[in-house]
């Protein structure tokens, strides 16, 4: 049985799980944001999501938000049968959430309790966790806090960033709302299991100020956070009296007794700057106006940096 589906996303995470919501159901309405200036040129620019339901022939709504009653009237009179979130930029009040017959389905990139929050991904990396995933769950008022009805998982690798992470998680978000969405077809309920109390952590928005590299820190924090921070908003630091943004390293364990911040070598392979603990080998840059490079790139011009 196809079940009447109102989708509501907005970024280019949410495109996978909307193609799955409508490739068997009814897509009543795909809601997103409301059409916004971006990018240097402040020109307004739709939404991955709105581009993909215009492709797709898919009905659109972009209400600024539910506190009217005539935006509630106008979910209602879709009669969904589902709500499906996925990274749509509004807290749904349940007024909102008790609209559709089963209520309202969220797909969050984390593992709940932990990383609960805005930027779950890029703080899964910084904190230098093992593994993270999806889960799909039951919404309800409080922030990312309802039970969890299915879940996946996927290591984080010593190479992932924010933007590989962003993109595997994109495709296990879709994946887990196909398998939910199964069920229901089938006349089941995914069963819900209440979110432990323990281990709950929160995943607060990024700051354009935690992408300054700190030398005095240790060269493993930095390095994650280099990661977690690409492509956005992207590290930067001053080396050698220069700022740059910092596009890729690699964490050095090395010993060494020279101030934070101290190039204590130059080559084609990398900089490596002195940290608190252990150094950081900076592997491709971007200087102010300029494009990223490599290192070896960027040493063609600041020779004088380079090791003998």
Not at 39 to 64: C, F, M, Y
Not at 88 to 114: D, E, F, K, M, T
Not at 281 to 302: C, K, S, T
Request: proline share 8%; charged share 20%.
């Amino acid at each position: 049985m196809a079940l009447r589906i109102v989708f509501a996303g907005t970024p280019e995470f949410a495109v996978p799980a909307l193609r799955v919501a409508g490739a068997r159901d009814e897509l009543v309405a795909v809601y997103t944001q409301p059409d916004r200036p971006a990018g240097r040129g402040r020109q307004v620019t739709i939404s991955p999501v709105k581009a993909e339901a215009l492709a797709r022939g898919w009905p659109i709504a972009q209400p600024a938000d539910f506190k009217s009653a005539l935006s509630r009237d106008a979910l209602r009179a879709l009669q969904p049968d589902l709500l499906v979130v996925i990274a749509y930029g509004l807290i749904l009040p349940a007024s909102v959430l008790s609209i559709p017959r089963l209520g309202g389905w969220n797909l969050h990139a984390s593992l709940l309790p932990r990383w609960r929050g805005a930027a779950p991904i890029q703080r899964a990396i910084e904190a230098g966790d093992a593994q993270t995933g999806v889960c799909l769950m039951q919404m309800e008022k409080g922030l990312d806090t309802g039970p969890v009805l299915l879940s996946l998982s996927t290591p984080i690798a010593a190479d992932d960033t924010a933007g590989s992470l962003h993109a595997r998680l994109s495709r296990l978000a879709a994946e887990a709302l196909e398998d939910g969405l199964k069920l229901l077809r089938a006349g089941l309920r995914p069963v819900a299991q209440p979110q432990a109390a323990d281990g709950v952590t929160y995943a607060r928005k990024l700051d354009k100020a935690e992408a300054r590299l700190d030398w005095a820190q240790p060269a493993d924090v930095l390095e994650r956070r280099v990661r977690a921070f690409s492509p956005w908003p992207v590290c930067e630091a001053v080396v050698a009296g220069e700022r740059l943004r910092v596009h890729g390293a690699r964490y050095l364990p090395l010993v060494h007794k020279q101030p934070p911040g101290t190039v204590l070598m130059a080559t084609k392979m990398g900089m490596d700057i002195a940290c608190g603990h252990g150094a950081l080998r900076l592997l491709q840059v971007q200087r102010e106006g300029g494009r990223p490079m490599p290192v070896a790139d960027y040493l063609n011009a600041r020779s004088a940096l380079r090791s003998a």
